[in-house]
């Protein structure tokens, strides 16, 4: 029978009791990660002249030093949310990660405020690969794609929502007369990381573990830490290709958005300010209405009888944009380059969505959060360390001018789009069967 055309099949598992109060909680949860990632940024500055730091040194403290640790990371601590209560590695996640960005406000020098960060990323890298786990556990699979997006579209909103609360808790923090004596900078890292204990607490109150649905009886026999590879490789005709072509297409999103503000300086001589607002307008509507609405037309496909819908949006997500945001960079029209950003915006940000989605609905419940902690593996080392450093690189090596940014994304775009398009394309009939197979 061809699965490309099998309804997908569901067990009516049990509702689980307060689901949509759970799934506020993990979103308000993932906002005060959010913020306590990048609040550094916004008080890098005063931050630099304050400890001294060099450009090096805070670049490793905003870049690599925290991707690169939340990304691997991710992977030892899914095994323990596929293993235990996943409630109560959240609780430790969250408690970690705000003791660390409270003790960033007394950091004396380089070496003592990397620590910090350095248990800020292991402490977040807990809360994604929990959080789908438990969507995947408390909704039934054709009634996911709602609340995993509703999650994930938290930390579009917030990417630029913690430098408005980042910018509007230093700016009180310059003027408050409750510790006269401590610097600015360090009250607003003190102060960021209070919200997270208020919810720890809420947390640990109200909400319940949820019951595993065991979707497959070998489940149990091989969820332990060998588990993961052996599904890997027994699936490796789609894991491959997905895993290839989510990266390419996280390293040419991280690009496009780490210099937009900058094409938009160079190319058409806006302020920096004129320019971040006008990539913040277009962008954050169009990234929120694409989070939201493109998982929901995979579930409408998959409902309709395509398991391999998610492959299908995942596609759209790329052959979209691709061309748009070429022709924006290479066109030398102000109009068509915010146009492109649009555009771009409203699908590359939503396969980080849909990937995920993707890896909740293939596995099994015992290695869900493991295989989402692999997905958010790729997508943070593509995205962050080859992204923009490689963009930068080209635009240095290779070309020339106040266009030569542009003319490296757009070269990255046009190597990166086909190949991406080709391997989510390979990996879609695989991925459809995998689908029919789960049966949660």
Same mark, same amino acid.
């Not at 490793?60 to 939340?70: E, K, Q, T």
């Not at 009634?143 to 609360?165: C, D, H, K, Q, W």
């Not at 830490?225 to 027994?234: E, G, I, K, R, S």
């Given at each position: 029978?061809?699965?490309?055309?099998?309804?997908?099949?569901? #067990?009516?598992?049990?509702? @689980?009791?307060?689901?949509?109060?759970?799934?506020?909680?993990?979103?308000?949860?993932?906002?005060?990660?959010? #913020?306590?990632?990048?609040?550094?940024? %916004?008080?890098?500055?005063?931050?630099?002249?304050?400890? +001294?730091?060099?450009?090096?040194?805070?670049?490793?403290?905003?870049?690599?030093?925290?991707?690169?640790?939340?990304?691997?990371?991710?992977?030892? /601590?899914?095994?323990?949310?596929?293993?235990?209560?996943?409630?109560?590695?959240?609780?430790?996640?969250?408690?970690?990660?705000?003791?660390?960005?409270?003790?960033?406000?007394?950091?004396?020098?380089?070496?003592?405020?990397?620590?910090?960060?350095?248990?800020?990323?292991?402490?977040?890298?807990? &809360?994604?690969?929990?959080?789908?786990?438990?969507? =995947?556990?408390?909704?039934?699979?054709?009634?996911?794609?709602?609340?995993?997006?509703?999650?994930?579209?938290? =930390?579009?909103?917030?990417?630029?929502?913690?430098?408005?609360?980042?910018?509007?808790?230093?700016?009180?923090?310059?003027?408050?007369?409750?510790?006269?004596?401590?610097?600015?900078?360090?009250?607003?890292?003190?102060? /960021?990381?209070?919200?997270?204990?208020?919810? /720890?607490?809420?947390?640990?109150?109200?909400?319940?573990?949820?019951?595993?649905?065991?979707?497959?009886?070998?489940?149990?026999?091989?969820? +332990?830490?060998?588990?993961?590879?052996?599904?890997?490789?027994?699936?490796?005709?789609?894991?491959?290709?997905?895993?290839?072509?989510?990266?390419?297409?996280?390293?040419?999103?991280?690009?496009?958005?780490?210099?937009?503000?900058?094409?938009?300086?160079?190319? @058409?001589?806006?302020?920096?300010?004129?320019?971040?607002?006008?990539?913040?307008? #277009?962008?954050?509507?169009?990234?929120? &209405?694409?989070?939201?609405?493109?998982?929901?037309?995979?579930?409408?496909?998959?409902? %309709?009888?395509?398991?391999?819908?998610?492959?299908?949006?995942?596609?759209?997500?790329?052959?979209?944009?691709?061309?748009?945001?070429?022709?924006?960079?290479?066109?030398?029209?102000?109009?068509?380059?915010?146009?492109?950003?649009?555009?771009?915006?409203?699908?590359?940000?939503?396969?980080?969505?849909?990937?995920?989605?993707?890896?909740?609905?293939?596995?099994?419940?015992?290695?869900?959060?493991?295989?989402?902690?692999?997905?958010?593996?790729?997508?943070?080392?593509?995205?962050?360390?080859? =992204?923009?450093?490689?963009?930068?690189?080209?635009?240095?090596?290779?070309?020339?001018?106040?266009?030569?940014?542009?003319?490296?994304?757009?070269?990255?775009?046009?190597?990166?789009?086909?190949?991406? #398009?080709?391997?989510?394309?390979? %990996?879609?009939?695989?991925?459809?069967? &995998?689908?029919?197979?789960?049966?949660?």
């Amino acid at each position: 029978m061809n699965e490309q055309s099998t309804p997908l099949q569901y #067990v009516e598992s049990k509702v @689980h009791a307060g689901r949509w109060y759970a799934v506020g909680c993990l979103i308000i949860f993932y906002a005060i990660s959010m #913020v306590d990632r990048f609040i550094l940024s %916004a008080v890098a500055q005063p931050v630099t002249q304050s400890l +001294g730091l060099s450009n090096t040194q805070m670049g490793l403290l905003l870049g690599a030093g925290f991707a690169v640790l939340y990304a691997v990371a991710g992977i030892p /601590v899914a095994y323990l949310i596929d293993k235990g209560n996943r409630t109560r590695v959240i609780l430790a996640g969250v408690l970690l990660w705000s003791l660390m960005t409270a003790a960033s406000a007394f950091t004396a020098d380089f070496t003592t405020l990397i620590i910090c960060r350095a248990g800020v990323a292991i402490g977040e890298a807990v &809360l994604t690969p929990a959080a789908m786990s438990l969507i =995947g556990d408390m909704f039934q699979r054709k009634e996911r794609a709602l609340p995993t997006s509703f999650y994930m579209a938290t =930390g579009n909103v917030m990417a630029t929502g913690a430098f408005l609360i980042g910018g509007a808790v230093y700016q009180y923090a310059g003027a408050q007369q409750l510790f006269p004596s401590m610097e600015p900078w360090r009250f607003t890292l003190f102060a /960021v990381s209070l919200p997270g204990f208020l919810m /720890v607490l809420i947390f640990a109150l109200t909400v319940r573990e949820p019951a595993r649905v065991e979707s497959q009886p070998i489940q149990q026999k091989a969820s +332990g830490v060998d588990a993961l590879l052996p599904f890997l490789t027994n699936n490796k005709s789609m894991f491959i290709p997905f895993f290839i072509s989510t990266g390419l297409i996280s390293s040419l999103t991280l690009g496009v958005i780490s210099w937009a503000p900058t094409l938009l300086i160079r190319l @058409h001589e806006l302020t920096a300010s004129h320019a971040s607002f006008v990539f913040g307008s #277009v962008g954050l509507p169009a990234s929120v &209405l694409g989070t939201l609405s493109l998982p929901w037309l995979a579930n409408k496909l998959q409902k %309709a009888g395509r398991p391999d819908g998610i492959l299908l949006m995942l596609l759209v997500c790329v052959v979209i944009p691709i061309p748009a945001i070429i022709i924006g960079l290479v066109a030398g029209k102000y109009w068509l380059l915010v146009a492109a950003f649009a555009v771009c915006m409203m699908f590359l940000p939503s396969i980080s969505v849909l990937t995920c989605l993707a890896m909740q609905m293939i596995s099994p419940s015992r290695l869900r959060a493991r295989t989402v902690a692999v997905n958010l593996l790729v997508i943070n080392l593509f995205g962050y360390t080859v =992204g923009p450093f490689l963009s930068g690189v080209l635009a240095d090596r290779v070309f020339t001018g106040p266009s030569a940014i542009a003319m490296a994304l757009a070269t990255m775009a046009a190597f990166i789009g086909p190949c991406a #398009v080709i391997g989510f394309f390979i %990996a879609r009939r695989d991925f459809g069967r &995998l689908m029919s197979s789960q049966k949660d």
